[in-house]
């Protein structure tokens, strides 16, 4: 169905026609060339990646240590089984995610070095019409497409965020955001200082600490953290009764899935017995008589933010040998040599890594337009977490906190497949989510409930994204275990999507 358009007056430069346009060659986007290959094969489809191969979060995360903090069986796609130790390094994760493409023959419709600047809408003509620069000749490029699938995940890949503190230009070591690892940074027998005690710095911490001098965390507040053995022993037992991997893959995935929809669940029942199970964990696996209360005791609901995994306690055998310590209180200034704390205690550093996380990008940082006219996403409102009013024939992967990420990319995957579908049934070109009239007194609210989960990076741009209505199909709802249900049901004519 591919063809090549005449280029128009005002345009130099060609462009070439898709039926999909996917935005991303992360997990999400390979999770949507393969839906698209097997699901919609009639269809032409590109994804235009911005980085110089697939991978996304996995490939531009550098720092030591670098794992998720998710189990593979469940990270991993439904389709693909995984087959390693649960918690993967990133090379891992490049590795299936590098098998998925060539298994499928996804490598063709795989653009890399593809940097897209602006997305614009014609309804004239029910086209986007999209503008890249590739990254390495520097060469304008020019693509349309009957539907952008946005697969661009949900911070910015350039940089990291680190807070403006005081005295930063007076330190004379070095200031390195993890998402920005220096290749070269050599940190061996250095002094170092971790800022931030999320799932980044749990990673990093026991990674440096055999080559540090030492290495501080410095928390402003304490962090939950769970850990085990890096082993799902049901896998394992299922192995060695030679089951194949399909199955295998299969029945852990449910078992943990299950085993996580209880924990999550009983974390709004019985917050303090979450707690206290959590803190207990932590107090196991740290020397006799640890200040556990200051430095590893919460004072939000667990699950409000994501709970770091820490595989066989590395961090807490960082702690316990006296190779990492933690250190909870606020920065008051950086000193020529260190971090001034509010205390007033002193630390010095040759290094200091800010593990302080995000900075939200909606969209990708592209300027999208709508017949010439800006689209500002926090005027919209969100179709089930994954398309906007007004913004037509464009969808958004956007995951899961409390679950793996790509469980909902799966089901996004499914549901856009199965809407481009009944577009065709229809004979239409076009579908745009827009209120009903049924709707016209919901109220409108941020895009999620601060109450239900709240990390810093969503709190700090929430004015950014689009906003929610109080109904399921007006909202993303953070629950796996309802959306896996819903969204393979959902009824596509209930008149929240328009099609002409
Ligand atoms: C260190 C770290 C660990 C994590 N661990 C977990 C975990 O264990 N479990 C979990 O569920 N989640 C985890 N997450 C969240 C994680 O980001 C997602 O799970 C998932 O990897 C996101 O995949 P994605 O494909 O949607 O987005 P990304 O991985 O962010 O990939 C998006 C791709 O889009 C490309 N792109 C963006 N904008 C443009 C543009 N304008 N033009 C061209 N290309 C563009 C980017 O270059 C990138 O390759 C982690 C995140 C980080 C940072």
Redesign the pocket.
């Known amino acids: 169905m591919s063809r090549t358009e005449e280029p128009a007056a005002t345009a130099p430069t060609p462009a070439e026609h898709f039926d999909v346009l996917v935005?991303?060659?992360?997990?999400?986007?390979?999770d949507a060339a393969y839906h698209l290959k097997h699901q919609c094969p009639a269809r032409s489809f590109v994804v235009?990646?911005?980085?110089e191969s697939?991978?996304?979060?996995?490939?531009?995360?550098r720092y030591p240590g670098?794992r998720?903090?998710?189990d593979l069986y469940t990270?991993g796609y439904g389709f693909k089984p995984w087959t390693g130790a649960p918690i993967a390094s990133a090379n891992e994760i490049l590795r299936y995610m590098g098998e998925v493409i060539d298994e499928n023959d996804l490598v063709g419709h795989i653009r890399y070095d593809?940097?897209?600047?602006t997305a614009s809408w014609s309804s004239d003509d029910d086209l986007w019409t999209i503008e890249?620069t590739h990254t390495g000749t520097g060469e304008e490029l020019r693509f349309t497409a009957g539907f952008l699938w946005m697969?661009?995940?949900?911070?910015r890949?350039s940089e990291g965020y680190t807070p403006g503190w005081q005295g930063m230009d007076r330190f004379t070591g070095h200031i390195v955001h993890?998402?920005t690892w220096p290749d070269d940074l050599d940190y061996a027998g250095k002094t170092v200082i971790v800022i931030g005690s999320g799932?980044?710095a749990a990673?990093l911490v026991p990674a440096i600490a055999g080559r540090c001098g030492h290495v501080t965390v410095v928390q402003r507040s304490p962090t939950y953290f769970w850990s085990g053995a890096n082993v799902n022993e049901v896998a394992d037992m299922l192995r060695e009764l030679e089951i194949p991997e399909e199955w295998i893959h299969e029945i852990v995935r449910r078992k943990n899935l299950n085993d996580q929809k209880v924990v999550a669940q009983l974390s709004f029942d019985e917050p303090e017995l979450v707690k206290e199970e959590l803190i207990n964990g932590v107090r196991a696996l740290l020397p006799e008589g640890y200040d556990v209360e200051t430095h590893f005791t919460p004072r939000y609901r667990p699950w409000r933010q994501r709970i770091a995994y820490v595989p066989d306690g590395d961090l807490f055998a960082g702690i316990s040998s006296g190779k990492a310590s933690m250190v909870t209180d606020e920065i008051e200034t950086f000193t020529e040599h260190g971090i001034l704390l509010k205390s007033g205690e002193e630390l010095t550093a040759d290094i200091v890594i800010t593990a302080t996380g995000?900075n939200l990008?909606v969209l990708?940082?592209?300027d999208f337009t709508i017949d010439g006219r800006p689209l500002v996403f926090s005027d919209t409102v969100t179709y089930r977490g994954m398309m906007f009013t007004g913004v037509p024939n464009l969808a958004w992967?956007f995951?899961?906190?409390r679950?793996?990420?790509?469980l909902r990319?799966d089901l996004v995957c499914d549901f856009v497949c199965r809407l481009l579908h009944h577009m065709d049934e229809l004979g239409v070109t076009r579908v745009t989510p827009a209120l009903r009239d049924e709707d016209a007194d919901m109220p409108i609210l941020p895009w999620i409930d601060p109450e239900n989960f709240n990390p810093g990076y969503l709190m700090r741009s929430m004015h950014l994204l689009p906003r929610r209505g109080d109904k399921p199909e007006w909202q993303h709802s953070q629950d796996y275990w309802t959306e896996k249900d819903l969204f393979p049901s959902a009824d596509l004519d209930d008149r929240c999507l328009v099609f002409e």
């Open positions: 935005v991303g060659a992360g997990i999400s986007g390979v235009l990646e911005g980085l697939f991978g996304g979060t996995w490939l531009m995360h670098i998720s903090d998710s990270f593809h940097r897209i600047s890249a697969c661009q995940g949900y911070y890949h993890p998402q799932a980044t990673t995000f990008s990708g940082d592209i992967v995951g899961y906190f679950a793996s990420w790509t990319a």
